[in-house]
């Protein structure tokens, strides 16, 4: 099976401007989930969609959005970029909402200048 | 609020010991734990994944056990290897919200 994937791998913007972000999971898994990992607070939960809905958020302000599409597919979106949004976004997916082993993407490395 | 600490932070080992990372968190109440490795500026891969009722997984030579009573955790590596050298995270997710908490990790060099 192919694993998660993301695009783009690499992303350059500036603040005030606006990114969306794309996770492909693995064949057959519905649970999705993204995280912010930056050196200054590690790895960090988003938010988690399972079947279309968000069933998990974790502390980020409302900037932070994300959306998963009936074939599994999620997008996570950031608006009003701030310079501290640079950062590792992963997105990771399992077979079955929060209970599995997650598979994780090999990340989008986002700089805000 | 859940948190989850790793003690090393940092470990260097010559080739072939035998290695102990620690993981312990502050709220029994968890659902399960997972151990994954990092590799510089890469995704997370995951290593072993322990369910709250069990006291351990292995897989290879690597071993994890649980003990959710003291709040700890730990991932034993038998016989390093140079390709063993990783970051190395513990996960943990609370029963109930299921929201993951990560440990800040430990970075394992591992030297021939």
């Known amino acids: 099976k192919a694993g998660v994937t993301q695009t783009p791998r690499y992303l350059i913007k500036t603040r005030g401007q606006q990114v969306t972000l794309s996770c492909s999971p693995i064949?057959?898994?519905?649970?999705v989930s993204w995280y912010q990992q930056t050196p200054g607070q590690g790895l960090q939960f988003l938010f988690e969609?399972?079947?279309?809905?968000?069933?998990n958020k974790g502390n980020f302000p409302g900037r932070f959005s994300g959306r998963q599409f009936s074939n599994s597919r999620s997008e996570m979106n950031v608006s009003t970029l701030e310079l501290g949004d640079s950062a590792l976004y992963l997105c990771?997916?399992?077979?079955?909402?929060?209970?599995?082993?997650?598979?994780f993407g090999p990340g989008t490395r986002l700089t805000v200048l | 609020k859940q948190e989850v600490t790793q003690i090393p932070a940092a470990l260097s080992v010559p080739e072939g010991e035998n290695l102990v990372l620690n993981c312990s968190f502050t709220?029994?109440?968890?659902?399960?734990l997972q151990w994954f490795r990092q590799d510089p500026g890469k995704g997370l891969t995951s290593l072993l994944l322990?369910?709250?009722?069990?006291r351990e997984q292995t897989s290879g030579r690597l071993n994890a056990s649980l003990d959710k009573s003291s709040g700890r955790s730990t991932l034993y590596i038998a016989a390093s290897q140079p390709g063993d050298s990783a970051t190395y995270l513990c996960?943990?997710?609370?029963?109930?919200?299921?929201?993951?908490?990560f440990g800040r990790g430990t970075s394992l060099i591992v030297h021939p």
């Open positions: 990771a997916s399992s077979s079955k909402l929060s209970t599995d082993t997650q598979y």
């Open positions: 064949s057959g898994h519905r649970s």
């Open positions: 969609y399972f079947s279309e809905t968000q069933r």
């Open positions: 709220d029994s109440a968890i659902y399960n």
């Open positions: 322990i369910q709250s009722s069990q």
């Open positions: 996960a943990v997710k609370e029963g109930g919200s299921y929201i993951p908490t």
